[in-house]
Nanobody
């Protein structure tokens, strides 16, 4: 059974930083493309960052230059370093397969950026 467990969210002021972690079990991050998504109430879930099998990374325009996705193959964990946070980044953040497959969503981790 594949599980994605997110952590590291919290309350931070504008301009602050947070590092999110996603521990994966039942799948190997090294051979899967993994994405970080976020969702706010009333809006569709948004893909913000992807790390591919070949370690290429891609970002949504809204986070480019501020967020960095990385992975630790030994720990089977994917990270999202978020810098220069803005109130618009406030959301619940999820990680899972980059395709966003149904049935694999975890609990997510809440990120709140105060102005």
């Amino acid at each position: 059974q594949v599980q994605f467990v997110e952590s590291g969210g919290g309350l931070v002021q504008t301009g602050g930083s947070l590092r999110l972690s996603c521990v994966v079990s039942g799948a190997t991050v090294r051979i899967n493309s993994i994405g970080w998504f976020r969702q706010t109430p009333g809006k569709q879930r948004e893909l913000v960052a992807v790390i591919t099998i070949g370690s290429s990374v891609n970002y949504a325009d809204s986070v480019k230059g501020r967020f960095t996705i990385s992975r630790d193959n030994a720990k089977n964990t994917v990270y999202l370093q978020m810098n220069s946070l803005k109130p618009a980044d406030t959301a619940v953040y999820y990680c899972q397969f980059a395709e966003g497959l149904s049935g694999y969503w975890g609990q997510g981790t809440q990120v709140t950026v105060s102005s």
